[in-house]
Every structure is written in structure tokens, then in C-alpha cells.
């Protein structure tokens, strides 16, 4: 298993998470249309390379990644495009001809980058055409022979939030309908369904638009933090081929450090782990591991922090809003837990008491802070996203 930091992973890279698959295999096996919900950098892409890859019996995916598209129109235009070029729409062994016509269609709009067998290219220049209507009726006609389509839009909330940065709320309360529209479409239903993510909470945004009910739908699946002993296997399994000499205990008295247990963290520590060993050697004692901690924040890591803080600078208004946000985390990551009142406090000093709460929520979903057990305070999901808040931003 290589060390993959920053990028998804697939193949033997991929640590095997039986529960979350289980749960999302048994979730569209139930006929639902699914939404992944994590933070920046939980593996959300790197589960779905892994479905894709290990499809269950007549279950076939396609992924698009929809991050920078920021219209309706260019969304569906994207999903065509994904369903033409995937490997199970070209092995379709039964097209009627109105299937052959609409891909034709879509094609005179459309570059894709494989051939499809059952359709000429033409290199006419058709009409103009509204790709959401084309792409339902392209699914309408295939026949799966039984199968399932899986449509697995990556980054989906970012698009509506491009959107309603772009256009607005109303194109944005447009765009959910017309996505719900689809979802809901009765010839469908029994063949395609959606596996979406998210890694901006989709529901205080969708709160913001006041569309709670467009979404109602969607049953909503967290990829929660590896165990500790999940955990410490990845760690064991990421140093395998460097011949490092550490205890589990060792191993388990740095990964407590980390507090939030996500595959991501545990890479950045072993790499720091590794560099050590380079220049140290064997073995690696309490005193080298906690040094190996205290590298994950050098300056060469910064780039793998700046990604969090980028998308949250993109979506805080500034002014208020940025000011609270800011002085809220500052705040939390100087203590343990900062309590509800001060942070009330704090919306108050800025002039946001209105809508503080609904930008808490966001914080949380953003996977900076979660509520104390008690209910009456923030920490920081996690200590090292804590460390370098302080280091770097604050
Ligand atoms: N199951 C896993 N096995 C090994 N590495 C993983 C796993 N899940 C995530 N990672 C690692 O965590 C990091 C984030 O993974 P990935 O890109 O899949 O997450 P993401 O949630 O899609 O992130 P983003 O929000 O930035 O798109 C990468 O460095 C990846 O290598
Ligand atoms: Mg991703």
C-alpha cells in the first residue's frame, strides 16, 4: 500500500472500510437515492473509485465530478456526457432506435472521448438543446437489461453553491427542483439512482435557500473517522515496505494525538514518521514518534491546510461573517472547548446574531468544530487541523 497524500486513492492503495460500503451498498440495494456527507479530505472520492471498482452483481457506475460547473444547464451536460462514456453504455447490447436518436442528439453537442458502437459520428452542428430533458429521455430509454445505473456525482453541493454564488437563490431553488424532478421521474426509479457528495453541508445551504423540502428525499450517509485499531492497521500497513522498527503502543500514543482518526491524517503522520526514521534510524521510541507529530506542521505541509481554509474563505461573506468566523475559531483554538455563550457573544461584538447559528452548523459540516459532549460548548474536530489553524491563520 503506497502512501497516496492528497489524491484518491483506488486499487490495493484503497484501506478497506467494509462498514461504510456495506452501509451504502445495503442503502441503494433499498432503492435510495444516497448522499455522502463528510468534510474535505475523508476519502469521499476514494469510496467511490472503490465502488466503482467492486460493483455488486448488475450495479453499474458512473462518476462525474461536478466541482466547477456553476449551471443547470452545464450540470446535466456533464452527467450525458459521463453515462455516454461509460463502459456499460457502450456494451449495451440492446438499443431501440429512438435510444440511437437521442444519442446522436447529444452527441452533436457533446465531445466524448470513446466510440460508441450502435451510433455514427456526425460532425453536424444540431439545434440547440435543453440537456437536462435529453439526458432523462437518454435514460428513460436504456434498457439495463435488469442492472442498475448508479449515477455518482462527486462534489454535487458544490455545484449549487456555485450556482447561488453565480445566479442566486431562485436558479439555485431551480436547479434542486429540476435535480428532484429527475430523482423522482417513475421510469426511472427502478433503474438509475444517485449516490451524491458533499463536502460543504448541504443542508444549512440548502436552509439558506429555504428548500429543506427539495432534498427530503435524499438519505443522508456520514463516513465517520477510522477506529483506533483501523487506524493503527493503515499505519502499519502504509510503513510496511520501509523495514521501521515501533510498537503499537507507540504507534497508538501519537495516532491519540491526532484525536480525529481520518486516513488522511494518519498519511501525513507516517510520512513525518518515515522522515525521521531516515535521519534517526531504528527504532522508533515515544521521544522520535512525538517528533515525527511535530513535523505534520511544517511549512512543506502547508499546502494540504491551505485546501480546507481555501473553501471556507470562498464561502464566508465578507464583513461580518468572516470576522466571526474567524475570531470564533481563534478562540476555540486557544482553548479546550469555547462555551456557547461566548461564541453568542461574539456574533453579537460582529453585528451577525442573526444568522450565526446556520454558520456554526456550517463549521461543523466543514469538519472544523463539533459540539462538547455536554452540549454547551465547540472544540476542534481535530487536533491537527487545530494546531494549524493556530500556527497558520489565526
Ligand atoms: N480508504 C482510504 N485508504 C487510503 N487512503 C485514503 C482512504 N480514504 C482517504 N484516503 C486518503 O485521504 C485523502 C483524501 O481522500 P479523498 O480525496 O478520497 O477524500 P475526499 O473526501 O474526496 O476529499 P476532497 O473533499 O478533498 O475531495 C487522500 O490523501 C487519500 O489518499
Ligand atoms: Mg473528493
Not at 435514460?139 to 454564488?165: A, H, Q, S, W
Amino acid at each position: 500500500m503506497r502512501n497516496i497524500i492528497g489524491q484518491a486513492v483506488s486499487g490495493s492503495d484503497f484501506f478497506e472500510r467494509p462498514q461504510i460500503i456495506q452501509k451504502i451498498h445495503r442503502a441503494l440495494r433499498n432503492g435510495n437515492q444516497v448522499y455522502l456527507s463528510a468534510p474535505r479530505r475523508v476519502g469521499k472520492t476514494s469510496i467511490m473509485n472503490y465502488l466503482q471498482d467492486n460493483p455488486e452483481t448488475n450495479q453499474h457506475y458512473v462518476y462525474a465530478i461536478t466541482q466547477s460547473i456553476d449551471t443547470t444547464s452545464t450540470f446535466y451536460q456533464e452527467i450525458a456526457r459521463q453515462v455516454l462514456e461509460s463502459p456499460s453504455f457502450g456494451k449495451l447490447t440492446k438499443a431501440s432506435e429512438t435510444l440511437k436518436k437521442i444519442t446522436k442528439n447529444l452527441l452533436q453537442h457533446i465531445t466524448i472521448k470513446v466510440s460508441i458502437p450502435f451510433v455514427e459520428l456526425s460532425t453536424e452542428k444540431g439545434q440547440a438543446i435543453n440537456f437536462q430533458i435529453e439526458l432523462e429521455k437518454l435514460l428513460e430509454e436504456l434498457d439495463l437489461e435488469g442492472g442498475k445505473l448508479i449515477i455518482m456525482v462527486d462534489e454535487f453541493t458544490e455545484t449549487l453553491d456555485n450556482i447561488l454564488i453565480k445566479d442566486g437563490k431562485q436558479e439555485a431553488r431551480r436547479f434542486l427542483q429540476t435535480f428532484r424532478e429527475l430523482m423522482h421521474n417513475r421510469k426511472l426509479t427502478h433503474k438509475v439512482q444517485f449516490l451524491l457528495t458533499g463536502s460543504i453541508g448541504l443542508q444549512p445551504l440548502v436552509k439558506k435557500l429555504e428548500g429543506s423540502d427539495l432534498i427530503n428525499q435524499l438519505l443522508v450517509i456520514d463516513i465517520p473517522p477510522l477506529t483506533e485499531d483501523e487506524a493503527c492497521s493503515l499505519f502499519r500497513r502504509l510503513i510496511q515496505a520501509d523495514g521501521i522498527e515501533i510498537t503499537d503502543e507507540t504507534i497508538r500514543s501519537i495516532l491519540q494525538k491526532i484525536d480525529w482518526l481520518m486516513p488522511f491524517h494518519v498519511q501525513l503522520l507516517v510520512q513525518e514518521v518515515i522522515d525521521v526514521f531516515e535521519s534517526l534510524g531504528n527504532p522508533i521510541d515515544e521521544g522520535k514518534a512525538k517528533q515525527a507529530f511535530e513535523q505534520v506542521f511544517h511549512q512543506r505541509n502547508r499546502i494540504y491546510f491551505e485546501q480546507y481554509y481555501e473553501r471556507l474563505k470562498k464561502r464566508l461573506e465578507p464583513g461580518s461573517e468572516y470576522n466571526f468566523v474567524h475570531e470564533v475559531l481563534n478562540r476555540v483554538a486557544q482553548t479546550d472547548s469555547l462555551e456557547k455563550a461566548i461564541v453568542h457573544d461574539l456574533a453579537v461584538k460582529n453585528n451577525f446574531s442573526a444568522s450565526y447559528k446556520a454558520t456554526m452548523e456550517s463549521l461543523q459540516y466543514d469538519g472544523y468544530l463539533h459540539e462538547t459532549a455536554d452540549n454547551q460548548g465547540y472544540r476542534f474536530n481535530s487536533s491537527i487541523l487545530k494546531t494549524w489553524w493556530k500556527k497558520y491563520v489565526s
